[in-house]
Nanobody
């Protein structure tokens, strides 16, 4: 199927920067959209930023002007550049990819939705 792997999390002081990376690989036919979510303890995952195959982007209000999402379509890779980080940005960040994959069991590409394992971002004051 398809695997999604994130990297780049870590610890940083408030006001600092981090860049997260995410790569989708496997039996990919096409990836339509790649998104970053985050999850605070005891809370549901929330959308941070997303980018579609045409380059259109979307951001949560809380990160607009501080975070930038970019995508390398040919590599099915997406980056989340985070700057001016705040302690309230501390969370586990997850990458999501949605698109179609090549299945041995189906004659046509199959719609799929895949998640990475998550990467911790900790911002200290």
């Amino acid at each position: 199927q398809v695997q999604v792997v994130e990297s780049g999390g870590g610890s940083v002081q408030a006001g600092g920067s981090l860049t997260l990376s995410c790569e989708a690989s496997g039996s990919i036919f096409t990836i339509n959209a790649m998104k970053w979510y985050r999850q605070f303890p005891g809370k549901e995952r929330e959308l941070v930023a997303g980018v579609n195959s045409g380059g259109g982007t979307d951001y949560a209000d809380s990160v607009k002007g501080r975070f930038t999402i970019t995508r390398l379509n040919a590599a099915n890779t997406v980056y989340l550049q985070m700057s001016a980080l705040k302690p309230e940005d501390t969370a586990v960040y997850y990458c999501n990819a949605r698109g179609y994959y090549n299945s041995d069991l189906k004659p046509v590409p199959v719609l799929g939705d895949w998640w990475g394992q998550g990467t911790q971002v900790t911002v200290s004051s």
